[in-house]
Nanobody, 113 residues
């Protein structure tokens, strides 16, 4: 019903930046909220940032990451600055519509020297 496609992942050095995008398609009526999660092998997927009428961030990314959305494009973004090796993970986009959750397939972000 709703498909989410992430893009923008890649490999960067510590201190670098990336911008992730997540575009929603399909039967779009009203998606809210949208957010970003990340997952490291062996660990549970964790919330990075969400956006509704306001934004909320995990403590580990506050001051470095910024989430935003373009409702006209049904797209949510995650601007990631001052990246650290511990930010390395698969980042997933999540959206909720009419009480149902939708997930993207993820995009890999690798931060290393």
């Amino acid at each position: 019903q709703v498909q989410l496609v992430e893009s923008g992942g890649g490999s960067v050095q510590p201190g670098g930046s990336l911008r992730l995008s997540c575009a929603a398609s399909g039967r779009i009526f009203s998606i809210n909220p949208m957010g970003w999660y990340r997952e490291v092998p062996g660990k549970q997927r964790e919330l990075v940032a969400i956006i509704t009428s306001s934004t909320n961030y995990a403590d580990s990314v506050k001051g470095r990451f910024t989430i935003s959305r373009d409702n006209a494009k049904n797209t949510v973004y995650l601007q990631m600055n001052s990246l650290k090796p511990e930010d390395t993970a698969v980042y997933y986009c999540k959206a909720q519509q009419r009480g149902r959750d939708y997930w993207g397939k993820g995009t890999l972000v690798t931060v290393s020297s």
